[in-house]
């Protein structure tokens, strides 16, 4: 059998250096859109709450302290409308990219088992079924129409990264309707909750999707996004207590436990919503700006109605986009990144400064 990492796809940017390169040699220096990682400060409440529990010299707890488990209970009632939630429904982990890679193995999953995720999507969803050794299976539009045989496990991502797309409440219903009926696992991953800018996205727990039964559902958070804590590492699960338990016990036995400062973190972060709204202000105006400009330089917009991301087409294969920007000095990440349904798409973060975002605006505004 040949090594895991021979049957993993390449990994995506690396073939996206020589591009980078090129936009670095542009005489003001690069703007770097392709990756959306926070550049912001980390809020100060939040840094506060990490230095007050820097002497942590014991071991953490792998289901997080019982205060940590409050807030994130609170959280979910709050801004995910769920109910009847407690402790067992709930479980922190260290990030959300490394659960989303390990969960299909740690579920149990393997060959003959598939896994099912949208397209164009997060390629993460589909080295997770690989690393399990299970088949990946991605869909688009909904899964709804999907061969539910072998199916264990499926994704949905709502707000979407790459495309912004948020799925209404009736379309969760009829996704969370038709895996019941199939006995399939519900993962949603919602990490882009709080950064609607067309639409209001809904959590997949919410009752009016699931009739206040979270039997069969996760959904997936992060404070990367929303509260500039990618460096971190602070995510977390809410749903069925039946599957956090049995991840439970996995991640007791293999140590996966987040760091006790980053717990306090976390549960400042959770209980403060005054830096969250400053935050989606910053982004509203970073996301503004570029929308006007690449729609003045010829680009359709399509979806993005929410996350970090312009999903931005000329109607070309991507790569021409990506090589054209980059000798503007701009990078942006090529759509084929995330499937073949985005060949023709470049994403565009705008998690740039506002000093890079303006210096884009002016490099497509020239002829």
């Known amino acids: 059998m040949p090594p895991v990492s021979a049957r993993l796809p390449v990994f995506p940017w690396d073939r996206l250096e020589p591009y ?12 770097d859109l392709s990756i959306g990682t926070p550049v912001d400060p980390v809020p100060e409440v939040v840094r506060d709450a990490l230095a007050a529990a820097s002497d942590s010299p014991g071991y953490p707890t792998v289901w997080g302290t019982p205060a940590l488990r409050d807030a994130l209970v609170g959280w979910c009632g709050r801004r995910t409308g769920a109910v009847g ?31 099912a995720f949208p397209e164009p999507a997060y390629p993460t969803y589909e080295v997770g079924a690989v690393l399990a050794g299970a088949e990946p299976v991605p869909y688009r539009d909904l899964p709804t129409g999907l061969d539910p045989e072998r199916l264990r496990l499926l994704w949905l991502n709502s707000p979407s990264n790459p ?27 919602e990490c882009y909750l709080e950064l609607g800018w067309e639409a209001d996205p809904v959590s997949v727990l919410h009752p009016d999707v699931c009739g ?23 995510a977390f699960l809410a749903g069925d207590p039946a599957v956090l338990g049995e991840l ?44 006007s400009a690449l729609e003045g330089r010829g680009f359709r917009i399509e979806h993005s109605e929410a996350s970090l ?54 490099r497509l505004a020239v002829a």
């Not at 987040?258 to 982004?283: C, F, K, N, W």
């Not at 931005?312 to 021409?320: G, K, L, S, V, Y």
């Not at 565009?348 to 210096?359: C, H, K, L, Q, S």
Request: hydrophobic share 45%; aromatic share 6%.
């Open 309 to 362: 991301y312009l999903w931005a087409t000329r109607d070309e294969p991507c790569w021409d986009t990506v090589a054209e920007l980059s000798k503007r000095g701009i990078l942006v990440a090529p759509g084929e990144f995330y499937g073949p349904a985005g060949e023709s798409f470049v994403r565009v973060a705008f998690t740039a400064t506002d000093e890079r975002v303006a210096e884009a605006v002016r």
């Open 85 to 115: 939630l407690d402790h067992h429904h709930v479980l922190p982990v260290i990030g959300s990219k490394e659960l989303v890679a390990a969960l299909p193995a740690q579920l149990g999953l393997g060959a003959g088992d598939r896994v």
């Open 212 to 234: 206040g039964d979270v039997t069969g559902l996760v959904a997936v958070h992060s404070l990367s996004k929303r509260s500039n804590l990618a460096g971190y590492r602070a």
């Open 248 to 291: 439970l016990a996995i991640r007791r036995h293999a140590g996966m436990m987040m760091p006790s400062p980053v717990q306090a973190a976390m549960i400042a972060a959770l209980g403060d919503g005054a830096h969250v709204t400053e935050q989606r202000a910053r982004y509203a105006a970073r996301r503004d700006a570029l929308r």
């Open 20 to 31: 980078k390169t090129a936009a670095a040699a542009h005489r003001s220096g690069i703007v």
């Open 163 to 189: 495309t912004g797309r948020v799925l209404t409440v009736d379309e969760l219903r009829a996704v969370v309707a038709w895996a019941r009926e199939h006995g399939v696992l519900v993962v949603s991953d």
